[in-house]
């Protein structure tokens, strides 16, 4: 008996059902983690885009707040939605991991591991560091668990005074310090994340592929500039 015969190659099963199917095959979960993860850097832009406005002013910032607020159960939607994305994206991840670890057993040749990046290399802690830094900011912010006492500030309209909650946040250095430590890992995080959709998508010329990548890069640090901007502007005094 040969030793290919005593130790048959397990063969991966797949569900009938074609959804299930595509999810389960390795190409399946990296468009999924691809899709999830370009739905995630949009909302992470308008959500830059809204936080800006804190240099537009009280006004504009608390009347941009409380339309927010005024969608009532359509804004749970989105936030229910953006919720099951971000689940998907992370155990879409965790599992493709595995599975390429199983796949591939051996540790990677040195040359080969000089041939990736950090960031590809820790994807998955930064991205639950990314995952904590989330959770926090919305126990602070949007639930003011941490801060109760956020609850209580309103402004002349009665509105819910989300500009001096910013400032009253940030003024804190060691809240800062953690939003700015956040905010790298997420820009990072994102810069890989264009890298990567270039493989998934299969997109192999070479001018576009560097497009795409030096343009994620540019995107991603916008991002990090932009929101950890207003930290700085708060700690220095600038928006007071």
């Known amino acids: 008996m040969s030793v290919a015969t005593a130790f048959p190659t397990p063969v991966r099963k797949f569900s009938n059902n074609p959804v299930v199917a595509f999810y389960q095959s390795s190409i399946g979960k990296k468009i999924v983690v691809a899709v999830t993860g370009l739905c995630l850097m949009l909302f992470v832009l308008g ?14 910032l608390n009347s941009y707040s409380q339309h927010l607020q005024d969608l009532g159960p ?14 998907i994206h992370i155990i879409s991840t965790i599992q493709l991991v595995i599975q390429n670890r199983i796949a591939n057993p051996q540790k990677y040749a040195v040359a080969g591991y000089q041939r990736s990046t950090r960031a590809s290399r820790t994807m998955v802690i930064t991205g639950l560091i990314v995952l904590c830094f989330i959770i926090f900011h919305l126990l602070h912010y949007t639930f003011q668990v941490t801060h109760p006492e956020f609850r209580d500030l309103h ?9 001096h909650m910013m400032i009253t946040g940030f003024k804190e250095p060691l809240i800062s310090f953690f939003y700015v430590l956040g905010l790298f890992l997420l820009a990072s995080h994102i810069s890989h994340g264009f890298q990567s959709m270039t493989q998934t998508f299969g997109i192999n010329n070479r ?12 995107f991603s640090w916008f991002v990090f500039t932009g929101y950890v901007s207003i930290p700085v502007a708060i700690l220095l005094g600038i928006v007071k």
């Open 207 to 218: 001018k576009v592929s560097e497009l795409i990548f030096n343009g994620g890069r540019a």
């Open 47 to 60: 959500h830059l885009l809204g936080n800006l406005q804190i240099y537009l002013g009280e006004e504009q």
């Open 74 to 87: 359509l804004l749970w939607i989105v936030r229910i939605a953006l919720l099951a994305i971000v689940v």
């Open 155 to 163: 402004d002349a309209q009665g509105r819910h005074d989300v500009y």
